[in-house]
Each structure stands twice: as C-alpha cells, then as structure tokens.
C-alpha cells in the first residue's frame, strides 16, 4: 500500500488534491481510500489531506501517521512546529516541496535526509492559471511520483474539476498546468521501507482534581504568539509616492495589521499579515502594490 | 452507474436520491452538512425532484420531518450530535407516532468540551426512543442501509423511524468506491410507499399523536412500540435477502469476522470496526484465534443472533466508542444483559476506545487481547479500561501545561 499525505493551508488545495489523486488511482485500477483533516475551518491555517492506494483491501482508517510520500504545498509549513509536514515518514521515503529553491538547497535548509523533489508550483499556477491555484499541480505532482498514469490523472482532474469549477476556460487551464507538473517531475524508484513502531505504552489514566481537569484555560492569552505573516503568498508594498495618507487601508484591514508611522503614512505588520490584499484593491489611488512573498529566502518564513 | 468514489456523506446523499424521496426539512451541523448540501444542490439543478426547507433548528427539523411522514410522503431528514440533542424531545415524539421517517446520524462527540471526532455518545442518547438505529463501518453501507431503511420502516409490522449511524470524518468526509446501482433497480426494491395507517387525504380526516391520561392507556401504545421494534428482527432478515437478490450485497443484524473458529472475540461498532478486523488479523498472524462481532443493528437489539454467534468462546472484550459517565460502556451493559443467563457464557471484558475520534493504536488492541488472555488464567474481570497510551498522555500533559494548569 502507499500511503500520501498531503500539507498544506486551508484554501490552498491540499483537500482537492487528494482527491483528485484518489480518483486517478481509483481510475487506474488501484482500492483506495481519501481524507481531508482540518479542525474548525479556517483559510490559512495548517490542514492535511491523506490518500491511500492499495491493491488489496484498505484495512485502515483515519489520519496517515507512516507515509510514503508526503507532499508539501506550503513550504513554510516545513518550520511549523505544529505542521511538522516530514513526522513518521518512512525510510525510502519521499518528500515533494513547493519551492523556488532546488531539491539540495531544500534538503540543507531544512536539514531533511530523505529524498526531495521541488516545484515552484506557485509560480507556475500564477503563469499558466492567473492565480496562486495548488490542487490540481498538487495533484499531479503526487500521480507521478506514485506512478498513477497519465490518462487517469487527466480523466480524474476532469471529473473532480468540473464539479467545483464552472469556467470551461479554467478547467483547461488548470489541466494542462497540472500535466505540465507531471512531466516535468522526473519519476522516482521508490523502495520504502515498513517503518519500525515505536510500540506505544497503554496506561491507565489518574483521577486529577476539577482545577485540572475541568475544560478551563487558567493561563493569559497567547493568541499574539501565533504569527501569521507566513501564509502570505503576496506582500503588500505602499508607494509613498502616490499615498495620500487617506486611511482607507487602515480602516479596511480586517486583521489591523497596518499601521501609520510618524509621518502619517500606513505600514503592514509582515510578522502577521496574511496577504489577503483588501488593503490593495480598497486603495483608491492605487499606491498599494502586491509582490509575490517568497518565504524560503524571507526572515518571515522562519516564523 | 457503477463504482464511484464517494464520502459517506455523498453515500448517504445518494440513498436518499435514489430512494426517491419527497420531503427533505434541513439544518446544517458539522460534519453532517455535506449531506444536506448535496441534496440541496440536486435539487436546485434538477436533478432530484424533491422539497427542501431549511428550519430554523433541529427541534423544527425533527418535528417537520415526523410531520410530514405522517402525511404519508417518503421524507429524510439528518443531523449530528449536538443538532441531535437539540432535537431530542421530538426524536421521542416522532417514534410515537409511528411513522416511517429515515434520519441519518454523523457521530461526533459530545459537548462538553465540545470537539469535532466521532462517538457515539449522540446517538446511543436516542437508544431508547423508539427509532430503529443500524451502524455503518464503510461507505457503501452507509448507502445500502438508507435503501434497507426505508423498507424497514414502511413496513406494517414495523412503521417505526430508522436512523442510520455513520462516523463523522471517519466516514462521513472519507472517500471509498461506492457502488450506485440505477434507480430502476432501486424501484424494484423499494417501490413508492402507499401508506395505509398515516396519511393526508381530505376525504378521510384523521387526528395523530394524540394524547392519552391514564398509565393502562400509556403503557399499551409504549409497549406495541417494543413489540413492533422486536418484529423489526424478522423484518430486517427479509429485507437482507431481498436486498442481496436485488444488489448482490449481505448484510445481517450482526457481522461476524474471522469469528467461526475464535476464542477471543472483540465486539465494535461503526468504522472502527475496520481497525478491529485488522487488529484480529494481525493476531492470528502470532496464532491467537481473534474474531470479531460487529454490531450492525443497535435496535432492536439482536440478541439471539448474538448468543449464537458467542457460543462458546472464551473471552469477549466490548471496545465501547462512548462513556455513560459513573457506568461506563453502554453497549458493555446491553451485552451483558443478553448473555447472563447463558450458560456458558463467555468471560466479557469492557474497553472504552475512540472518544472523540481518538486513534485505537494496534498496541492498544494488543493490550485487549493480553487483559483477555489473563483474565481466562485468573477469572478476574477488571472494571472498564479506558484505552490511552504514554505519549497521548504527554500531549495531555503539555495542553494542561499551556492552560496554566501545572
């Protein structure tokens, strides 16, 4: 059995990639089995997606904890210490980033052994797309290094696609990005090994008292150390130039994260804006500029 | 339509579709909606030709969907563990008034605190209200039995409401090749209902769910409930046979895995049953004949066909995917209650797994298996174990740390 997990951001296409990997396997003949897993919905943050492909019977069920394959598609992910994108993953194994950068330098920057493959799918769904669009390159990414053919991929981002798209023009496009992914991924031998449990201990659990053990949080506050300025796909950049210290940005940031400094001109909190760009469009003399964020080479992206 | 690759919402979404139903009153709950959304859009598209309200509440919902079978029309409603509860009072009115509604459940623990993986602390809350429940471990069957359901109910030895269980997540967001077979054949297995004692005609006006003072009266329309739900047993073992001439599927009132031959038996319900099939594999594998029992129909419950199928064996551990807080499992208790005047009635041993979708690990099965074994050496039963590993236990410990509870 291969087993796929799937990391990405809620919004990002990590659910729709799994299944469109699940649908070219079922096409190909393989049993299959996929799910997403996200907790209370919410664009941005970390969510998994896993698919199984077996030729006999799936006798599993629930998250993936020992993937073959895991498939990165926020590479900031990769220094969530929550995400942990690369936990159980097994030796043989293979490890896809969605990065500008090249496997080696990926490998070095965050210190991974496995085998690596990278795509800037981010770039190409902004080229061949219009958008920052991940699932359906996602996808094929993982069709090919889990060897699903090539028609089946095709048939299966027809079948996913056009239930959630409805422009004829889109969907095209977001296949032939997709088989662009595919090829350009070059296929790998893959011998995975079983990963060797570590045989959990069952325990019998105390009685603690109510102030422990009551639903109750006794500590302050610590929403403020949960960063979010590495969701960003594009950054918002002012131009002083036409800024007419108007404050229209300042008011429509839905996170108040923009600010003004002593001369009366609005700056973004980086540390944690994420790059949803109301600010942008709301500006009425367009002094507001995106520019694509590229985290493995930002400070941001350490966050 | 052949094999498709479907949720056990979709699954579900589909039974309903192709059970032709006529009335659907809605209200959205996580992880249910995906069912409601889906037949919503059908409807919108044309695709299904059916009446679809959204409530302004479960309690509305229940009370529109029992209403509406009264009039005779094929209705479904669904909803989820909190959505349930709200709807609660009514889920016990509905029954009483003898109606053939089919309701699907999508397990998810309950409030508080309040969380999003499945239990069954939601629907066995309704264990005892009358409504029939069947448990599903896998998509397909969460289709099947919305088929199986709504000849079960318009049965005239039955006409109860059904309500099928599924897992949430587990199930419900889980996508397995799901076979849809046409409706034509779904016609032949489940014609229109022509309902003979609940229905709306002008011409022969009727008062339902009436009340009655005095305990005789009361008693009497409670106790023909019970008998009607026991009749299902009988009803259920022919709707099985007529739906596997018709789809080629087997389904009985209990599912017995590796079990002929077992000693040491596991009894589960719903999806985790598939990590319990597993677990019995992997044990026979180091030579200890594991079997398991899953529970496919809660109500009625299927006694004889669990005698039967424990005949013998030597030890029975009940994995119970909920807590009756200062009991323990409540399915623990019904199978003790059906086999304590057996004579040879096997050791029964009671494990509480999975709450809140908590993972069950394959150490965790290995330790049932071992507390089985040791207590057919000693003859000591211990009181119900809560199945919770060392490193869950860690995480615990750092979650208490971050609230300030150290």
């Known amino acids: 059995m291969l087993r796929l997990r799937f990391h990405g951001r809620g919004g990002q296409g990590a659910k729709v990639a799994s299944r469109v990997l699940g649908t070219a396997a079922f096409l190909d003949g393989y049993n299959v089995q996929d799910f997403p897993l996200y907790g209370a919905e919410k664009r941005g943050a970390p969510i998994t997606a896993f698919t199984r492909i077996s030729r006999e019977n799936i006798m599993e069920r629930g998250v993936i904890s020992d993937p073959d394959i895991v498939i990165v598609i926020d590479e900031t992910l990769l220094s969530d210490p929550k995400a942990m994108p690369l936990s159980g993953l097994k030796k043989g194994g293979v490890v896809f980033v969605n990065t500008p950068q090249s496997p080696l330098e990926t490998q070095e920057r965050y210190s991974i052994t496995d085998h690596v493959i990278t795509l800037d799918l981010t770039k190409i769904g902004l080229d061949m797309i219009g958008k920052p669009v991940l699932s359906s390159l996602a996808a094929a990414v993982a069709s090919r290094i889990a060897g699903i053919g090539e028609d089946a991929l095709r048939d299966a981002l027809e079948k996913e696609l056009s239930g959630i798209i409805s422009d004829r023009g889109i969907l095209e496009k977001n296949a032939e990005a997709a088989l662009y992914c595919y090829d350009a991924v070059v296929p790998v031998q893959m011998k995975t090994t079983e990963a060797i449990r570590e045989g959990e201990n069952v325990i019998n659990i105390p009685f603690e008292t109510a102030r422990v053990s009551s639903p109750a949080i006794n500590a302050t506050g610590n929403t403020p150390l949960r960063r979010t300025g590495n969701w960003r796909v594009f950054r918002p950049i002012w131009d002083y130039d036409l800024c007419t210290r108007c404050m229209t940005c300042v008011a429509r940031c839905p996170e108040g994260c923009i600010q003004v400094n002593e001369d009366g001109y609005p700056y973004a909190d980086y540390e944690n804006c994420k790059g949803c760009l109301i600010c942008a469009r709301e500006c009425p003399v367009k002094a507001i500029n995106d520019v694509r964020e590229m985290h493995s080479q930002s400070e941001e992206g350490e966050l | ?406």
């Not at chain 2, 609660?88 to 008034?97: D, N, R």
């Not at chain 2, 016609?187 to 229109?192: G, I, T």
């Not at chain 2, 995917?321 to 323990?328: A, D, E, F, H, L």
């Open chain 2, 1 to 406: 339509m052949g094999k498709e690759m479907l949720t056990g919402n979709g699954a579900a979404a589909w039974g309903v579709r192709l059970a032709e139903v006529d009335y659907i009153p809605a209200y959205p709950i996580t992880p249910q909606t995906e069912i409601i959304e889906t037949i919503a859009k059908w409807i919108s598209d044309g695709a299904m030709d059916a009446s679809f309200v959204t409530m302004d509440s479960e309690h509305s919902m229940v009370t529109a969907a029992g209403a509406a079978s009264a009039t005779g029309v094929r209705t479904f409603t669904a909803t989820s563990s909190q959505g349930l509860l709200y709807g609660f009072e009514m889920i016990y009115t509905v029954a009483g008034w003898r109606v053939p509604l089919v309701m699907v459940n999508v397990s998810r623990g309950l409030s508080s605190p309040i969380t999003l993986g499945p239990d069954h602390n939601d629907i066995l809350a309704i264990r005892d209200s009358g409504f029939l429940q069947i448990h599903c471990e896998t998509c397909q069957e969460v289709f099947d039995s919305i088929l199986m359901a709504y000849k079960l109910a318009e049965d005239e030895r039955v006409l109860l409401p059904v309500i099928v269980n599924m897992d949430g997540f587990y199930l419900s967001f889980t996508r397995e090749p799901v076979e849809i077979p046409d409706v034509e054949t779904v016609r032949s297995f489940l014609p229109e209902y022509q309902p003979e004692h609940a229905f709306f005609k002008p011409a022969q006006p009727m008062a339902q769910g009436v009340a009655v003072l005095g305990g005789e009266f009361y008693s009497y329309f409670k106790y023909q409930m019970h008998l009607a739900s026991k009749n299902a047993l009988e009803v259920y073992k022919e709707v099985c046979g007529d739906f596997e001439q018709k789809f080629g599927r087997k389904y009985r009132a209990i599912e017995e895995y590796m079990l002929e031959d077992a000693e040491y038996v596991l009894v589960m319900t719903n999806s985790f049953s598939t990590l319990g099939k597993a677990a019995v594999k992997r044990a026979r594998e180091k030579g200890l004949k594991a079997g398991l029992l899953r529970l496919r129909v809660l109500r009625p419950f299927p006694d004889p066909d669990i005698k039967n199928a424990l005949k013998g064996k030597r030890a029975v551990a009940v994995i119970d995917q909920n807590i009756s807080v200062g009991k323990g499992g409540i399915i623990y208790s019904e199978m003790a209650g059906c086999l304590y005047n057996e004579i040879n009635r096997p050791l029964l041993l009671s494990f509480i797994g999975g709450l809140g979708g908590k993972n069950i690990s394959p150490e965790e099965f290995e330790f049932i298996f071992d507390k089985m074994t040791t207590a057919e050496d000693t003859g000591i039963v211990e009181t119900p174990h809560l199945l919770y590993t060392e490193n869950e236990w860690k995480e615990m410990a750092g979650l208490k740390e971050i609230a300030g509870k150290g």
